[in-house]
């Protein structure tokens, strides 16, 4: 069995993370995962992305991908331990998408998904391969823009557990992922290497994962089981 989490921040590339690439992978790894995915707050937002907007795009781009770099360089100690590339996408205050199966070039060939709204990025990165994953669709917190709708049509995952959501955020969560046919997807949301909650979320497979794509694939395919609460 192999267990990995989709959702994890570091401090190099979120500004609300704590510990460093190097710090989440030993942290994971000690917590028996078989890997990550890196999945910082993307170059777009003001108060979450370290990585300056007045910089070219291409740079902004090489500078995100600096704390997957890391953490991938760090894995190398670590007999059996992978880590992967993905991006969590703010569309509104609170309100965030989770993007998978996407490489460091494709994002060099689309500055102007800055401009786009949450829709048109939906359907450019899903058009090219991509998984969409809402995170935490019905996460209620004061920040939250109330205006904005807590689920997403146009995204084909939801995440149904998210281990720093309250249970009947997670129950409405997996309840519109079920009646809508969504796609689910189970993740940290982990933002310190000291955070307890560190092993409540994933997926489970009975093969190692190769990469991002082959992820991505594993999702669309099924052929997993979500990890929830540790079990
Ligand atoms: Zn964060
Ligand atoms: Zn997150």
New binding site residues.
Partial sequence: MYKYDL?V?TSACSCCGVSTPEEQVKAYYEKGYSGIVI?DHFVFGYNATPIPHDIPWKERIDRYYTAYLRALKEAEKYDGFNVFFGA?YSYATGH?ILLYGLDKEFLYLHPETEKMTVEEICKLFQDNGCLVVQ?HPFRDRDYNDKSVEPELDCACGVEIFNSCNNDEENQKAYDYAVKNGKIMTSGG?IHSAADGRIGLAGIITDRPIKNIFDLTEILKSGNYSLCVKGK
């Fill in positions: 959702h921040h999945t969590e965030d995170a949301d």
